[in-house]
């Protein structure tokens, strides 16, 4: 028989601002069963992640909750902070949307995992050490004992996000609220948590409230799905009757919203329609044998390694041109963008932005041309200035670029982008904090395309958007494109999205080209062993495909970027030459498909 956990009656969540009060919750009921996975989905803003925000104690000063959050019998709305505490993080944990602003900045990793033993399991030392170094390694962290020592700002957004995922499960919940857990992770660690969650639900009975917009993830994990809207529950089911029998008009939106990969070779359809400027287009820009090193300390004494982020990357954009780029968390694709806008000194190489050089040229040049060369940041509140609010965020480009004009023809522009990305014009006085990370994310990219700029480079632009928003956004940016031949470079790890807005994808593997090819022939021939990996691990919203599919898995540790044999892992045959720095040499194999050398290892994969 199940054992009811968490039970929600008559629930709602309700906010003090400066508009008056706003309705979060709106009267929800619902429950869980031990080992159940029960999937919320909705849009942003539609009260998904407060309703359980209000579970674990955390809804903001502003806040009034009303009804009954009974777990495991105990009606946690009515517990005093000291009894809550006791639960939350122990009985009951959550992994967070933001990992950047839930980790604590000034401290190490290690001393915050330790920090959850040392209050619920009063283990502290080396033995508290050796439990938080095995979750980093079960959650595939590379050089999982290095990161113990690191401070948050020194890991990427994925890196983050799984040091979350691992301290929530530190104490092996009851409970396990995942609030968009993958979020920021590449397919093949989003494939290798899902099934660490998977595993800990079918052996120790955790009960887990999945809130996510991929619904890919939610037809290969869940039992049941609730559907939120405006924070009310419009639809409710089993996984098999929302898929296959949904019965409200905005779960068949959600349904209708999703991208669907196609591997038999078509052309995505919207991509198709958009016209790529041929004549002259090979100089729109270009990017030659870039490379980016840092210098990473191993100690006071011994001489600082060398990181090579970004080792021998070449390619080309056209106008009017999107060139989606994919790999795993520190592949190097984040600093391969910034390298390009210069924001980043590159170690060596060329970028040609029209014909003349990019790097090496005078600040006040840079500036000038920073007008036509705009990025979308992956953490939008870490991008975002608290301090102002978000009309203001928008309008900072006007007000640098295009000082001519006035306040209320800047105010207008800033309210016409608005709209364009959905955001509500009410929102133009409110701060970050007080907008949904999806929202926060329409900002930034509010904040790029209102110059009109010729080239934006999207790190992530995506990833935080619930599915009909994303659509939408995709949209925008593919009307933007049709509209004034706009470019972009398109960093994502869903390669659901980026199949559907990309000509060209180039697969990055620790900072070096694997593959390099129109969208159709990736997806439906991929050549090297590391994209069919990866295309494998692309969680589809099917359950009855999703559930029987196989994956390819590499066998052995994830490789780490300081290992400098590692990016010989496809070309064991080459390993000798792995002290020269060896990079495997991009062939083309097929016309306009580059594929980087690499041996038949099949007796490396897995499926």
Request: net charge negative; proline share 5%; hydrophobic share 40%.
């Amino acid at each position: 028989m199940s054992q009811r956990i968490l039970t929600v009656s008559d629930l709602t969540v309700s906010f003090d601002t400066d508009d008056g009060v706003v309705q979060a919750v709106r009267g929800i009921n619902g429950y869980l069963d031990r080992g159940e996975c029960l999937g919320i989905v909705g849009e942003s803003g539609s009260g998904k992640s407060q309703t359980f925000l209000a579970a674990m104690g955390l809804t903001s000063s502003n806040g009034h909750t009303n009804g009954k959050i009974e777990f495991k019998g105990q009606d946690l709305l009515s517990l005093k902070k000291s009894e809550l505490n006791k639960i939350r993080g122990d009985k009951m944990s959550m992994i967070f949307q933001d990992p950047l602003t839930s980790l604590t900045s000034h401290l190490p990793i290690g001393k915050q995992m330790q920090e959850v033993l040392r209050t619920h399991r009063n283990i502290g030392g080396r033995e508290a050490m050796a439990i938080c170094l095995d979750w980093l390694e079960r959650v595939q962290m590379p050089e999982a004992k290095r990161r113990l020592k690191q401070y948050p700002h020194e890991l990427s957004g994925g890196m983050r996000q799984r040091i979350m995922i691992a301290m929530a499960m530190l104490c092996e919940p009851d409970l396990l609220i995942a609030d968009e857990p993958t979020t920021a992770l590449d397919v093949t660690i989003q494939a290798e948590i899902l099934d660490i969650m998977d595993n800990l639900r079918r052996e120790q009975g955790t009960a887990i409230a999945l809130i996510t917009h991929d619904m890919g993830v939610v037809a290969r994990m869940c039992d049941r799905i609730q559907v939120m809207r405006h924070g009310e529950y419009v639809e409710e089911g089993s996984v098999e009757d929302i898929f296959y029998n949904p019965q409200h008009e905005y779960t068949n939106m959600l349904l209708d919203s999703v991208p669907h990969i196609d591997v038999t070779g078509a052309k995505p359809s919207k991509v198709s329609k958009v016209a790529i400027y041929e004549d002259g287009g090979r100089d729109f820009l270009r990017a030659e044998d870039l490379r980016v090193e840092f210098k990473v300390a191993r100690g006071m004494f011994a001489k600082p390694a060398i990181l090579r982020a970004v080792d021998g990357v070449s390619f080309d954009l056209q106008a009017g041109e999107t060139l989606g780029i994919v790999g795993e968390s520190g592949s190097g694709k984040s600093t391969l963008a910034r390298a390009v806008l210069q924001l980043i000194p590159p170690t060596s190489g060329t970028v040609s932005w029209l014909g003349s050089p990019l790097n090496n040229i005078q600040k006040d040049e840079l500036k000038a041309k920073r007008r036509d060369l705009q990025i979308v940041f992956q953490d939008p509140l870490a991008s975002l200035d608290p301090s102002k609010p978000i009309g203001a965020s928008i309008m900072e480009p006007l007000t640098v670029f295009e000082s001519q004009l006035s306040k209320a023809e800047m105010r207008e522009r800033v309210n016409e982008v608005m709209l364009r990305v959905g955001l509500n014009a009410s929102f133009i006085n409110r701060y970050p904090h007080e907008l949904s990370g999806g929202q926060n994310q329409r900002v930034g990219i509010a904040r790029a395309i209102i110059t009109k700029p010729k080239l934006v480079i999207c790190d992530e632009a995506v990833s935080a958007l619930d599915v009909s928003i994303q659509s939408q956004i995709i949209d925008l940016l593919m009307d933007l494109q049709k509209e004034f031949g706009l470019s972009f470079i398109f960093i994502s790890h869903d390669l659901s999205v980026v199949w559907e807005i990309s000509h060209r994808i180039l697969v990055l593997y620790l900072g070096t080209v694997v593959e390099l090819t129109d969208t159709s022939s990736l997806f439906s021939n991929p050549q090297h062993p590391y994209t069919q990996q990866l295309i494998s691990s692309v969680p589809l919203p099917d359950p009855k495909i999703e559930r029987k599919r196989q994956r390819i898995k590499l066998v052995g540790e994830m490789s780490s970027p300081m290992d400098p044999a590692a990016r010989l892992r496809f070309l064991p045959s080459k390993m000798h030459l792995m002290k020269d720095g060896y990079i495997p040499k991009l062939e083309e194999r097929f016309p306009g498909h580059f594929v980087a050398e690499h041996d038949d290892i099949s007796e490396l994969l897995i499926s």
